[in-house]
């Protein structure tokens, strides 16, 4: 058997995944956005809370509840997007196929 440097075997290895290049950074995008997106809920909801209890927020509550709602619908379509190209296309497991369609 022919014995490969590490570096040789981490470029052949980045040649077979070329084709699926676009669904990686979809897959990249989308989970870094979905991160920020799940971080920030509680962070809002905490200067709610302390807006509510009479503390100065660099936010108004109705800001809070604005930005709430719009991280909690990003975070769905995120997930959705995800479940309908990344896990259809990438996945040769017809059980994780049809577990896609229970969030839709």
């Known amino acids: 058997m022919k014995k490969r440097s590490k570096a040789g075997t981490l470029f052949r290895m980045l040649g077979l995944v070329k084709p699926l290049a676009g669904f990686m950074v979809l897959a990249v995008v989308t989970g870094t956005l979905g991160f920020l997106a799940v971080q920030f809920i509680p962070v809002l909801g905490g200067y709610a ?3 509510v209890l009479g503390y100065d ?3 108004a509550l109705k800001t809070i509840w ?3 709602a719009v991280f909690a ?3 769905a379509v995120l997930i959705l997007i995800t479940n309908k190209t990344i896990d259809k296309k990438s996945s040769h497991n017809p059980y994780t196929q049809d577990y896609a369609q229970f969030f839709v």
Do not use: A, E, G, K
């Open 57 to 59: 927020t660099p936010l």
């Open 73 to 75: 619908l990003l975070r």
């Open 49 to 51: 809370v302390l807006n």
């Open 66 to 68: 604005i930005l709430l």
